[in-house]
C-alpha cells in the first residue's frame, strides 16, 4: 500500500506543474483554450513516439486499431476524462491563483467517492470521514483566499475545477469499469490496457473531437511561441509523467478503498503548486490559516493511509 502512496505522490508533484505553468500562461495573456488544447496535441506526439520507440510501431498501430474498434467509448471517456477535466481547468487559472485552483482539485477526492458510489462500490465509514477532512482542508484554504479577494473572482476560478473534480474520476473509472468489465460498458480486457501510457494515448486520441470543436467554437487568437512551449512542457510533466504514474497506481490497486487512497494523493499537489508559485511566479507565503488547511488535507492523507496499514 506504501508502495501505491509514494507513486501517488510522485505524479502529485509532477501534476502540480499544471496549476503554476498555466497561471504563468494567463499572466502572460495566452489564451486558455490553447493551454488546454495544445497539452493534448503534444501528448498524442509524445506518446505515439515512446511507445513505438520502446514497444515497437506494431504496438502503436495496435493501440490504434484498438481505438477504433472501440472509438465510440474512447472518444465518450476521453471527452469526459481529458477534454471536459482540462478545458474547465485551465478556464478557471485564469481567474484564481493556482495553488488556489489547485486547493479546490483536492474536491476529486470527494467527487471520486461518489462516482465509485454510483458505479456501485461501497466503501468503510472512515474513507467518508478521511476524505471530509481533506476536504474541510481545501474550504478552509478557499474562504481564506475569499476574504482578500472578490467571490466572483473564487466563484469564476472554483466552480469550473468542481465540475472538473467530477470529470476527471469519471473519465479514469471508466476505462478501470471496461477492464474488469461493466454490464453497461463493452468489455475491452486487451494486455494493452495494462500499460498506463496505452490508457493515456486512447483517452487523448478520444478527446480530440472535443478540442476541434472547441477551438472552433471560441475561435481563439493564435498561442504565443511561449505559450507552446509551456503547453509543450505540461504535456510532458504532467500529460505524459504524472497521468501514467497515477493510472498505474490505480491500476495495481485491487480495492475500492485502496482506489480511494490512491485519488487521495492528489491532495499534495496544493503544496507543490504552492511552492513552485512562490519560487517561479514570486507569489506571497500562505498565511497560518492556509496551513491549517493544508495540515488538514495532509492529515486526511495520512489516515488513509494508516487505515489501509491496519
Known sequence: MLRLIFIGLLSGLFFSATFVLNRAMSLEGGHWV??????YFFMILILTTLISLFKGTATTRSLFRLFLDN???WTLAGTIGCGGFYALLCFGADHSPGWVIAATWQ??????LIVLACFGRSFPRKVWFFSGIVF??????NLNYAESSSFKVLFMGGLPVLVAAFCYPIGNQLVWEVKTGNAYLPKIDHPLLDNPFSKVLLLSLGSVPFWFILIALVAPQAPSLGQIVNTALVAVFSGVIATSLFLMARHWANKSSELAAVDATQSSEVVFAMAGEIVILNAPLPDMVSLVGIFLVFLGLMLFIGFQEQ
Open 71 to 73: 472509438w465510440k467509448f
Open 136 to 141: 474541510l482542508g481545501v474550504l478552509i484554504i
Open 107 to 112: 474536491l476529486t477526492i470527494i467527487a471520486t
Open 34 to 39: 490553447w493551454s488546454a488544447s495544445l497539452r
